[in-house]
């Protein structure tokens, strides 16, 4: 995936910043075989890296320098680091964009819209709230 994206935006003239690469990356969230996997590919330079094993986060954007920290911090001492519940995620997550949000001074913009990923009998069902 990472070589045709990248092939497509050297091919369609994507300007790739000096210092940081592309400026923009992914995240993929899915379920296979029964567990969670989340892959992400970074701003820089869109390589993927598999986020596994029993607790996995990510943050993106101008506010993650302050998101990851706090993630950090909300998985240590609220989800005692393991898997939280979706509810307890929910939340952490929300505090952790809040968080951002507020205090971030190059400014990270609201709303908080959080969308989850649960598996059923049937597949992959997406919900989201906002």
Known sequence: MSERLLTDF?????????????????LIA???GGQPFLVEYDSANFQPEVKEGKLFF???GSGQM???????FVARV?????????ADA??????????????????????IIIAT????QRG??????G
Do not use: C
């Open 66 to 72: 302050l998101a990851d920290p706090f993630l950090a």
């Open 124 to 129: 992959v069902d997406s919900g989201g709230d």
């Open 30 to 32: 899915t379920v296979h």
């Open 10 to 26: 050297e091919q369609s003239k994507v300007h790739v910043h000096a210092q940081g690469g592309l400026r923009f990356g992914a």
């Open 90 to 111: 929910k939340f952490g997550v929300y505090w952790a964009l809040n968080h951002a949000i507020t205090l971030a001074p190059a400014g990270v913009g609201g709303p």
């Open 58 to 60: 990510v943050s993106m």
């Open 78 to 86: 609220m989800w005692n680091s393991k898997m939280p519940t979706v």
């Open 117 to 120: 990923l649960e598996a059923n």
